[in-house]
């Protein structure tokens, strides 16, 4: 020993290998080794030269591939001492490395790896390479993803022994670009390593690598408690270096906006060439569970296979998807080709779809739908596009579907449906039953959360005895509140047009209606509305109304705003007026009191015009504008209904058309009619009393009138006897007797 000590220093000095590896290098790599700092020679415990402040360049530049703090070359003793340096294992302390792989497959370090053609002055037979301390940068434009490894021990160990090769990993991970990563965690890995020098093959046996999340993600992503951990055996091309197969199985978890994830990927079997790739029966398995909703998907393949830098495809995938909340269930199984571009945009063109759509609301059934499309994802810029068209529930149906943003999520969405029968999956209800609890609590918590936009069309919509047709809406969810706008149908035979607002984020929902209902059936819209069916006819209805709750209750009791009633050509139901005031007439002079008279919803009061206008205040509508023009009579009046309680009060005044000969009797006169009790079974009573009062008032006119007329006649002639008499005195002589008359002078005149 202390004769080797005393000549190694004769074969070999530091400044020689350093300047032979730096022509070498330059030569076979066209990099640039350029040492800083000082080069000496160690020969305990082994010989190594040690390269202080190292760089290594990009080829043909002078950006950095790795530079190191210090860098150790250990170096083998015979042949050094044959005047032939070895080396056999290099270590660097502190490293930073930029590694990367391009958009064709290849890696930027594969040069460093190649086998020269002649005789190196230097020759490199490494059986161990150790990193201390590492920081390695990676960029991987084929995929497009990029991460950070600080603090990286890393270490192969017995590379030249083909049984005994070992890789060891520990350090932490950040992943993405920037100042702020958008993930960090820490990384462990472990696998046998296997290298084959005559085909230039190295074996990864036994991998396990380990991925933990350490700290919060970057705001945004939101994601927390994750990793992933990988199992499998790996084989790689030497030059260049290349997975060639394998096997390999992934499973990965975390929480990310209150939902906890898990996942599966199993890869039983790899096989690469030079430009292609073949899984064989891959499967991936994707579960998430929140307080609120549970997920699956599986996707089975038989084969997938394509170029490694491109296109991979199946001609057959399974795909199944199911999704649970509390208020609704949807299986989706889907049947397809599967196209996959540089690992993160997958595609299925010409799906085909089948499944089912169940709701809370529905508890006889789920909704079938069969369905054929084309789909893709792109998890790199987080989206999700579905393009369909099909059949639901066996009707024709067309649907677009958009999600942006996983983290939280914008929907789109545009849907077209001929015509859907919600009967057979409705409770079922006996006749006469009510179908809708007024006291069961609506949920409006998916709004909280929801950002939705688009439209839907429905041909024609059933349920039970109810039918809308034509129905187009816009729909709008953003900020806890929804905005149904447009909103248009066929209702009731007529036309609606108009918005609905519902806003949840101020406690209990708030509702606003702005609706006009154009030549539409009144007595299936009271019947439905307010659960009477006292009115028939066609007409109008314009409301601007406003409420608050989560139950039918709440909106009747809080309801506010203007109601205007226009009526053409109808009916009241469960009382003829008519024949009330022909009764009156025929029988007036019978009449004693007050009569009570039960409805009778044969009888009808018909009209041919009716105009109302009410105010809505705490569930409590008023009118006082009330007039109703038929043929024979006039009505005016006005009332309340309260819709919380339920209740009616109104007061209708009937007056006789003076054309109709058999009421010419109480023309002039006001016949009061009082509607009380339930809204939808009110009595009313008829104020026969009040009709004979008035006939007795005009009546006593009348008599009144009479007796002035004859007193003004008796008096016109007192008036005009005693002018006469006046005028007769100052006619008669006053009693003295008259002068004697002179005679003529006759005889003068002769």
Excluded: C
Aim: net charge positive.
């Amino acid at each position: 020993m202390t004769l080797l000590i005393g000549i190694v220093p004769y074969f070999v000095e530091a400044t020689l290998v350093r300047d032979a590896l730096t022509s070498q290098i330059a030569s076979e790599t066209r990099r640039s080794l350029i040492v800083a700092g000082k080069a000496r020679f160690v020969l305990l415990p082994r010989p190594a030269v040690t390269l202080s402040d190292v760089t290594l360049t990009q080829p043909d530049s002078k950006q950095r591939f790795v530079h190191a703090e210090r860098v150790r070359v250990r170096l083998a003793l015979w042949p050094l001492l044959r005047g032939k340096p070895v080396i056999d294992q290099v270590d660097f302390d502190d490293p930073e490395l930029q590694f990367e792989r391009f958009a064709d497959g290849t890696y930027n370090f594969e040069d460093l790896l190649a086998k020269p053609d002649h005789p190196r002055r230097v020759e490199f037979r490494i059986d161990a390479l150790h990193f201390e301390r590492a920081k390695l940068v990676y960029r991987d434009a084929l995929i497009g993803v990029g991460g950070t490894v600080s603090a990286l021990d890393f270490s192969l160990d017995n590379l030249a022994d083909p049984k005994n090769g070992r890789f060891t990993a520990e350090g932490k991970l950040s992943i993405g670009d920037g100042k702020t990563p958008w993930w960090s965690g820490s990384v462990e890995a472990s696998a046998a390593m296997r290298y084959t020098e005559t085909d230039r093959r190295l074996s990864v046996a036994d991998l396990r690598f380990e991925l933990k999340q350490q700290g919060a993600s970057k705001p945004g992503v939101d994601i927390a408690a994750s990793g992933l951990t990988a199992v499998g055996n790996l084989v790689y091309g030497w030059q260049p270096l290349r997975l060639t197969g394998g096997e390999l199985k992934i499973n990965g978890y975390g929480r990310r906006a209150g939902q906890d994830w898990q996942g599966e990927l199993n890869l039983p079997s790899l096989k690469v060439t030079e430009n292609t790739m073949s899984l064989d029966q891959p499967r991936l398995a994707v579960r998430m569970q929140s307080p609120r909703s549970r997920f699956a998907t599986g996707i089975s393949v038989p084969q997938l296979s394509g170029t490694l830098q491109g296109l991979m495809r199946a001609d057959k995938a399974k795909i199944n998807i199911e999704l649970v909340t509390p208020q609704q269930t949807l299986a989706l199984n889907f049947v397809s080709p599967l196209e996959l571009y540089s690992g993160t945009l997958a595609r299925l063109p010409g799906y085909n779809l089948s499944g089912q759509y169940g709701n809370k609301a529905l508890p006889r059934g789920a909704i079938p739908f069969e369905l054929a499309g084309n789909a893709a994802l792109n998890l790199r810029n987080e989206t999700i596009r579905l393009d369909s068209q099909g059949a639901l529930d066996h009707a024709p149906f067309k649907a677009t579907f958009s999600v942006d943003d996983f983290v939280s999520p914008r929907y789109g969405f545009n849907v077209d449906l001929a015509q859907l029968d919600l009967t057979p999956y409705l409770p079922a209800v006996a006749a006469g039953a009510k179908n809708v609890s007024a006291t069961t609590p609506m949920d409006f918590q998916w709004l909280d959360r929801l950002d939705a936009q688009g439209q839907l069309k429905i041909g024609e919509l059933t349920m039970n005895k109810l039918h809308f047709n034509d129905i187009a809406l816009g729909f709008a969810a953003k900020n806890h509140k929804l905005a149904l706008d447009p909103l248009a149908a066929n209702v009731y035979g007529g036309q609606l047009s108009g918005r609905l607002e519902i806003d949840n984020g101020r406690g209990k929902p708030r509702w606003h209606a702005s609706q006009r209902l154009t030549n539409m059936n009144i007595n299936m819209l009271l019947t439905d509305l307010l659960d009477t069916s006292r009115f028939e006819g066609r007409g109008h209805l314009n409301l601007d109304v406003s409420a608050v709750g989560d139950t039918l209750a709440d909106l009747r009791k809080t309801s506010g705003g203007n109601v205007r009633v226009q009526l053409s050509k109808g009916s009241v139901r469960g009382i003829d007026i008519e024949a009330l005031l022909r009764t009156a007439s025929r029988q007036i002079k019978a009449m004693n009191g007050e009569v009570t008279q039960l409805p009778n919803l044969e009888a009808r009061t018909r009209f041919s015009e009716l105009n109302a206008t009410l105010q809505l205040k705490h569930g409590v509508a008023t009118n006082n504008d009330l007039l109703v023009r038929a043929g024979v009579l006039r009505l005016a009046g006005g009332g309340t209904i309260d819709l919380g309680a339920g209740m009616v009060d109104y007061q209708l005044k009937a007056s006789a058309n003076p054309d109709v000969p058999e009421l010419k009797g109480i023309v002039g006169l006001t016949l009061p009619i009082e509607f009380s009790g339930p809204l939808n079974a009110p009595t009313y009573h008829v104020d026969y009393t009040s009709l004979k009062n008035q006939l007795l008032e005009r009546q006593k006119a009348e008599e009144e009138a009479k007796l002035k007329a004859h007193e003004a006649e008796v008096a016109r002639k007192a008036a005009a006897a005693k002018a006469a008499e006046k005028a007769a005195k100052k006619a008669k002589p006053s009693g003295k007797t008259p002068a004697k008359a002179t005679a003529p002078d006759t005889k003068a005149k002769r």
